[in-house]
């Protein structure tokens, strides 16, 4: 079994951060999970990239015998790029950067994909979705998207229920 395969197994959920809906893996739980593993393990961070007054950072973290590179803007608790951040919100971003180039090795690559239990975990099933269950749901975006809160309603659905809804929440952004 390859290294990246055994890694993608390990259930992370109780090393979760949770801010906002949002999903954060601890990024010391991750470098002493990777060193535990890897011992020979290291990691480097790049000149952060500007965009227009906001900035992206980059994380290289090799190990396995292998360079994986992330890269992160520096975010607000909203999810939203920071104009002119300051010193610990770059600070944050890297060390949440560091937790995402590790997660690219394996360990807890599941988070970035919206999930919050490990691939091989058993879990009850899930209800099928109805075209009612839909309808009710684009009732529900519509609602949203008149108090300026479509995406933060989206993003509350499951994602089975993205899924079904995407194309109309597109339309629904377009109308003005």
């Not at 090393?15 to 020979?40: C, F, G, M, R």
């Not at 790049?46 to 015998?65: N, R």
């Not at 610990?88 to 590790?102: D, G, H, P, S, W």
Request: include cysteine.
């Amino acid at each position: 079994m390859s290294k990246y395969l055994e890694l993608r197994k390990i259930d992370v959920s109780e090393h979760i951060e949770k801010k906002n809906n949002l999903s954060y893996l601890s990024w010391a739980w991750a470098v002493d999970t990777l060193l535990q593993q890897d011992p020979a393990a290291t990691w480097e961070y790049k000149e952060p990239a500007k965009f227009g007054e906001t900035l992206m950072v980059f994380c290289s973290v090799s190990a396995f015998g292998k360079t994986m590179t992330a890269q992160l803007p520096v975010m607000d608790y909203r999810n939203k790029a920071i104009i002119n951040p300051d010193a610990f919100a770059v600070n944050t971003a890297m060390q949440r950067c560091l937790a995402k180039a590790i997660a690219l090795h394996g360990i807890g690559l599941y988070i970035y994909s919206g999930e919050d239990i490990a691939p091989d975990v058993t879990v009850k099933e899930v209800e099928p979705i109805t075209d009612d269950d839909v309808e009710v749901a684009k009732g529900q975006l519509v609602l949203a998207k008149e108090a300026g809160e479509l995406k933060e309603k989206f993003f509350k659905f499951s994602p089975q229920m993205q899924e079904r809804l995407r194309e109309f929440a597109n339309e629904l952004k377009k109308v003005a």
